[in-house]
Structure formats: structure tokens, C-alpha cells
């Protein structure tokens, strides 16, 4: 996993004791209020400061989209939070592909985390000895979608 503050890097790996990972529960010990709202259907979600008190941060999320890219969606956003707070001003908004106004290197860098976050290689390593057989399998147990977990195992998508 990329470097963190230890005690955010704590917070993640206590939240991955188990599959699938609880990405709200994380959310929330991050300090982070998490939303499911009504968005225009080419956004994902969003990373924002509260509005009452721009110490604390939401993430908003597209109630219309699956459950899986909702899980997604709330992992890149917790990324951005943990990598990226202090570079977005009042917050960064993202669409369908986890593009925003932040460069594609910092796109990159969330997507790499959330994927970490959300598919830790030892928990991987635990379904498939627990009798995963295929890429599909593995997305089902964490929850994710099958194209990501073939992106994570670095098969063809
Ligand atoms: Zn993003």
C-alpha cells in the first residue's frame, strides 16, 4: 500500500481483517460522512468539506449506480481523502470514469489505493485458499466488479 500517516494506514488495515471490506464503517472512522444521493448519471461521486464545517469531509455517491461501483466509488473517494486532502480545495467531483479536475497521475494514484483498499492481497490470498476458484468468485466475495478484480490480478478485461 502506498505510504500513509500511520495512524490513517492503522484505521485501513483494522478494516481489513475481513472480506468483504466495509468501505462506509471505514469511511466513517476516517471521520468522513458518507451519502447516498441522487447525481447526474455521468458522475460517480465526490469527495467534499462539509458546508457547516469545512474541517469534516463528505462523500457523496450515485445512488443509481450498482452496489459494487458504489463500493468503488466510496474506496477512490476514502483515496483521494487520504492522499490528496490537502491538494483539492473545497473537494473534487468525479465522473463515470474517475476522471476530475485533478490530473490523470492523481486519477491513477486514487484508483491504485481504492484497489488496495478494497482487494488487499492477503485476504485475496485467504478466499482462494477458501476455495475461490475464479476471478469471478473473488469479485463476488469482496464485492467488487469482475472487471476489477481482473484488473487486479492483471488478467485481460
Ligand atoms: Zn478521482
Redesign the pocket.
Known amino acids: 500500500m502506498m505510504m500513509l500517516e500511520p495512524e490513517y494506514m492503522e484505521v485501513v488495515k483494522r478494516h481489513q481483517q475481513e472480506f468483504p471490506i466495509r468501505v462506509g464503517a471505514l469511511a466513517r472512522e476516517l471521520g468522513i460522512e458518507v451519502k447516498t444521493t441522487d447525481m447526474p448519471d455521468n458522475v460517480s461521486g465526490s469527495l467534499s468539506r462539509s458546508s457547516d464545517n469545512p474541517e469534516r469531509w463528505v462523500i457523496r455517491v450515485n445512488r443509481r449506480h450498482s452496489k459494487n461501483r458504489q463500493r468503488f466509488t466510496v474506496a ?2 476514502i483515496a ?1 481523502f487520504l492522499l490528496h486532502r490537502n491538494q483539492i480545495g473545497r473537494g ?1 467531483t ?1 465522473d463515470t470514469f ?3 479536475n ?1 490530473s490523470d497521475s ?2 491513477r494514484e ?1 484508483n491504485r489505493l481504492a484497489a488496495d483498499i478494497l482487494m488487499p492481497w492477503s485476504l485475496i490470498r485467504r478466499a482462494t485458499e477458501e476455495g475461490a476458484r475464479s476471478a469471478d468468485d473473488l469479485a463476488e466475495a469482496f464485492g467488487v466488479s469482475t472487471a476489477a478484480m481482473h484488473i487486479r490480478l492483471g488478467l485481460p478485461t
Open positions: 477512490h473517494e483521494h473534487v468525479d474517475y476522471r476530475s485533478l492523481r486519477e486514487a
